[in-house]
């Protein structure tokens, strides 16, 4: 197996998550699948945490999150050190999010998105390196203000 990438969604972003998981399967990484176990409501920052903690610590390189919208996922994820979480609703976004920002978190909206949707957005997102240059100036900026 290839990278380790870790995924989580609350309740609304579930079934999503569960195609995603596959699909990561399928381009060679390695899920670690930090929940929702279902459709039962559960509470988006949670999952955020398991997500972000390890990508905050440096002990996994990207994550994926997906909640509704995807705006609580990105909201909760960002405020921890290191973590540049972006909300992308296409593959566009997700592209500038690691040319220009050097995203390293994807928030996606599992009620906005159909499947297909959703595996273009990851799999651009995954692909795509930072450019560094300008943008590293501007990142290095961001990680001065601190998290949340």
Not at 20 to 42: C, I, K, Q, W
Not at 65 to 76: A, H, P
Not at 88 to 111: P, V, Y
Not at 134 to 144: D, M, N, Q, T
Request: aromatic share 4%.
């Amino acid at each position: 197996m290839g990278e380790k990438i870790p995924i989580g969604s609350d309740h609304a972003g579930y079934e999503l998550k569960e195609d995603l998981v596959n699909y990561l399967r399928e381009l060679g990484f390695e899920p670690e699948d930090v929940g929702a176990p279902g459709t039962e409501p559960s509470d988006y920052p949670d999952f955020a945490a398991a997500v972000a903690g390890p990508v905050s610590r440096g002990e996994r390189r990207r994550g994926v999150l997906i909640c509704g919208t995807g705006i609580g996922m990105s909201i909760s994820a960002n405020r921890l050190p290191r973590v540049r979480a972006a909300l992308a609703m296409n593959e566009n976004m997700a592209e500038i999010a690691r040319r220009h920002n050097d995203a390293n978190i994807l928030a996606l909206g599992g009620r906005l998105l159909a499947p297909q949707q959703a595996r273009g957005i990851l799999k651009k997102f995954l692909e795509t390196g930072f450019d560094g240059g300008r943008h590293l100036r501007r990142v290095e900026k961001i990680e001065k203000l601190g998290p949340g």
